[in-house]
């Protein structure tokens, strides 16, 4: 399955208080993305809050677009990235 | 005999039971190796489910050319009155299909309907599970069709039928696991055999375990297969007992006690002692094996002479009994090796097969028929050989179809008849494109038209015509394609030929949509429609769909292409007419995608292209609209997407299909700077788009070169929006796209001005549709120009009306559609009456429409404001 790096801005901050709230706010995404066939693997959130870089398996482009507007994110760009690591050529 | 290890799927069972009984029905593909205990399931299954539902049962048979649609034979007195399906011939298969539907919804009782060995259904049958599976959700019914998995592999038509029906919703698979080590030694009980070898040998089979039991070896080797283990059985059987069984195993699956009787002039003892052994099983007024593998085993083990015996005085007994099923003649006609017999039989079941659209066993009727052909007489040959070649046409078999078709023009030539050659070739032309071979399809239609030149002019050159102007129009040569659709027409109908009249119809009505006559061709083709549809020739109905929904979305008229397709797909999908269909489908993608409605483009494309049988056409389509959209996104996976697109398409050599695909790259290249690149994908088709004076290929062709900053000179005739951006006209140019709903273009149009509002308002409609791309490089532009508080995104509420309409412009929208004036809503809204004119003008453009009613109308259709 392609994996997608997608990039988010957040104008407010994004916040996800670290409690129950929270935890729940991040099954419920789980949850949605199951029923379009994405997975969430994690991802990275600048020191402001503002932005977010996400990394997703998903079966296509569509896919994260309807995962991202089920949840109520929004989507600044998506790319198809493959993993290299510093040992990659060895 | 007990039910080992089958508790859960026999609860599975019964839950779904439940549901279908509560109106949830349900469709269960249950799986299992061949004697891995289905039917031994399903009969306690039955059991306990007789006293709550009605039950119906039926089966599909091992014959090399299986019953059409013999399982509803079987259930026919169990579904009762009235019993069209009792007497041939059927009313029509679409109106037994209905009535059994009606049926099921009807009952009283909720109904179990059991299809068992799908693995060999005929294709009528696999098309009855494929209709049932779209519509049983609301009724009563569970469905349950057994099958063996191990047969049915990638390419099997099973296959097909569970990929249709896979977002149906109502499907369930459930597979039966072999018997575990512990219940095998529960079977083998006080025997002495080693119940861990016996688990080995058989994989855990129930009825290979079972068939080793009741062969009773007294701790001897175990038999190494299922066929050894069922001989075993047979050998220790009486002379009698043993001949009552190759007997029955020639029959069939069931067996009449007469014809048994007629062929071992048993005693009633030896049936008696094979019932007493469990070999048979007493059914109706005959008898069955207990299982399909025994059969075959005991099948095998009679010498062919032996067999071709049996078939002979079966083949007799049931000529002079008039037996009705000429399917079940012809495999015995041919068991017999008998040729006069064959060629009575199989051509008669053929016709039959294809009346029930199984064209697959009408295709191996005929086949049959014709390899015992080697003495008929020419026209029996070259009628079986065009009858033959159809058949394989309607399933795909292209070319066994083609070469039919080349044995008969060969056979017709060395005949003299030049009539029939030309008839021959112009099937063999329509062959070749079906095929994409669209060279091999102009050389056999020219010839086809030269063959027929010298003769007086009959049906046989009007078919002739029709092809020529076909392929013409698909080529896009108008002029011709008008010229040879007119002299088919005259001619088809003055000999009354309504299926070539009605091809005329469609091919001169497309023409005239793409030619600059939209309105006269749009008459024709609905002409085609009607007449097809009065003669009941569905795919015919299809096609005027379908070409009435394409034709106007290739010259960017969307609400008359959304308006055919949309009826288009509906009459498709009431018929399982999946090839109509999906092409439609995959163009109202196109058109979603041109007016704004991304996602559902995205999402009609790729239900498309998951389809495993969409035709290359509608593949490449649907890959269009998919790479189209992705491009203007900015998203990753454009061009694989059109690089497939571009290899199909190169495979059609014709431009109805390069022209946008080279069109679609050139737009991706140009999004990501590459201007070269852009300028020769553009020009790839380009010469070819101005020989065909198609306006809008070339207008975009064109277009895209300019925007390479190639020297182009775009002609006058191409499509006028894209003339009036080449010459710097940029506000007229986005005025011509919002008239045709094209939000994208009418804001790349803007886009290209150095004025302030109309760059914002481009932004704005960018931003609203998501195409990140054409954001960025508009607010490069307006930061370039100096401007400042560039909008960095949507306002929330523009965001849900595809067309850019303001909160302000939507208000003023409902009033106006609930009737209000200019005046009232004014004063509704507290503002100048100036000014909710400016408003309703930018309406009226936006949605482009002419008046007020019009837009209300618009409006209302396009679900952005609700009549309370």
Known sequence: ?90 | MTLLERARPLQELNDLLAEAVSRHGQFVFLGAEAGGGKTTLIQQFCHTAASTVRVVTGACDPLSTPRPLGPLLDMAGALGKPDPWQSFPFPSRDGLFQMLLANLAAHERPTLMIIEDVHWADEATLDLLRFLGRRIGPTRVLLLVTYRHEEVGTKHPLRTVLGDLATSGVIRRMTLTPLSVQAVAQLAGSSRLDAARLHQQTGGNPFFVTEILSAGGEGEAIPMTVRDAVLARVARLSPAGRAVLEAASVIGVYAEVWLLTLLTGAEVQAVEECLDGGMLLAQGTGVAFRHELARQAVLDSVSPHRQQHFHTRLLAALTTSSEQDVARLAHHAEGANDAQAVLDHAPKAARRAAGLHAHREAAAQYARALRFSGNAPMLMLTSLLEAFSVECALIDRLQDAVQARHTAVRLWRAAGNQLKVGENLSSLAGLHLNAGQNAEGEAASLAALDVLSDLPEGVEHARAYQMQAHIRMLNRDHDQALEWGARALKLAEGVADLPITIGAYNTLGTSLILSGDPEQGGTLLKRSLTLARTAGLDSRVASAYSNLGSGYGEIYRFAQADAALAEGIAFCRDRDLDAGRLYMEAWQALTHGYQGRWPDATAVAASVLQHPTAATISRIMALLALGRVRTRRGDPEVWNVLDEALELARRTATLQRLAPVYAARAEAAWLTGQLQRTALEAGAPYELALQHRHPWFVGELAYWQWKAGSEIDVPSWAAQPYVLQQRGAWAQAAEAWYALHCPYEAARALSESTDEAALKEALDTFQRLGAQPMVQWVQRRLRDLGVRGIPRGPRPATRTNPLGLTPRELEVLSLLATGHSDKQIARHLTLSSKTVGHHVSAILGKLGTKSRAEAAAEALRRKMIELK
């Open chain 1, 1 to 90: 399955m392609p994996r997608y790096l997608i990039e988010r801005t957040f104008p407010d901050g994004l916040a996800i208080p670290m409690n129950a709230e929270g935890a729940a706010t991040c099954q419920t995404v789980v949850g949605k993305n199951m029923d379009v066939g994405v997975t969430w693997v994690h991802s990275y959130v600048t020191e402001d809050h503002k932005k977010t870089f996400c990394v997703y398996d998903g079966p296509s482009p569509e896919a994260i677009r309807q995962a991202a507007e089920r949840n109520g994110l929004p989507v600044d760009r998506i790319s198809l990235v493959s993993v290299l690591d510093p040992y990659f050529y060895r």
